[in-house]
């Protein structure tokens, strides 16, 4: 399990550097494999934003943007998809250097001059995405100076949860053993009660004798998914190895990191249009699954499932397998 120190200090507060952080871990059972830093500086790094963007005269694949840094305006010529007039980015000016020693220089590009780059995740050492340039949330502000922006002195610990130790599958379980294990003071959680807003709620049938001893689920509107989910969650999610998706998933994935408590998130249209309309509280349920069965999951991938297989089900039809994932026409 991968874990951002940061993320646990949120959680715990301890007087150990990182390395006696290490040490107190592996003494509380939960080995660390290893400890890696986020990324390494990235001088000459800013968060700008796109003023104008203009179609290259002598590309179609190519835009002229004009880019703010918080004191001037700079001309970058661009080839991500995703770039938009408006949009915050991270902006590498001229004299900076990247991952692998890449240094940044003013040139020109098909004739045009280019006064840094606008850069991808995958450039920046911080993820994985080469095709989209970064798009950060409004409040960011240009010039600041990304490195302290998405705080990335911070460090991954890797840590080998053996499997009789599930208490431990989250960042809250390992803050508490390190507290007892150190006596640091363990924050609790500030967690308002939120009244429903609709009579229309989903009751879930535990169907099996085994297994599940509990399953609750929660109907929320108006949700829009074109929300961003906040750049620290992101970071957050990315740090623990987990792929930023969109902001329901996002969520979803980030309290189950946090608390250790599986969640998913189904979308009732798709739900209402696979099992049919006008779904009653005994349509849903949980079951284990039958010699064969076919599901097909969010990843694409249709496996059997067996008996030993629970399924979260929607008029027995399968739409997910019970804290692992959903399935493709639920999701």
Known sequence: MKLSEKWLRTRIDVELDSRQLEDSLTLCGLEVDSVTQVCGPLPGVIVAKVEEVKCHPDSEKLSICSVSDGKASLQIVCGAENVRAGMKTALATPGALLPL??????????????????????????????DSILDFPEHLSAGDELFEVLGLDDNIFDIDITPNRGDCFSLIGVARDLSAMTGGTLKDFDIPEIADASSHARHVEILSDSGCQNYVGRIIKGVNLQAKTPIDVSEC?????????????DVTNFVMLELGQPMHAFDVDALEQLCGADLQPSDFGLRQGRAHEPFTGLDGRTIEVDERVQLVTCRDHPVAIAGVIGSAESG
């Open 101 to 130: 020693d890449k240094a940044i220089n003013k040139t020109v590009i098909r004739g045009v001059e280019s006064n840094g780059m606008l850069c991808s995740a995958s450039e920046l050492g911080i993820g994985e995405d080469s």
């Open 237 to 249: 999610l990315r740090r623990a190895g987990v792929r930023p998706i969109n902001s329901v998933v």
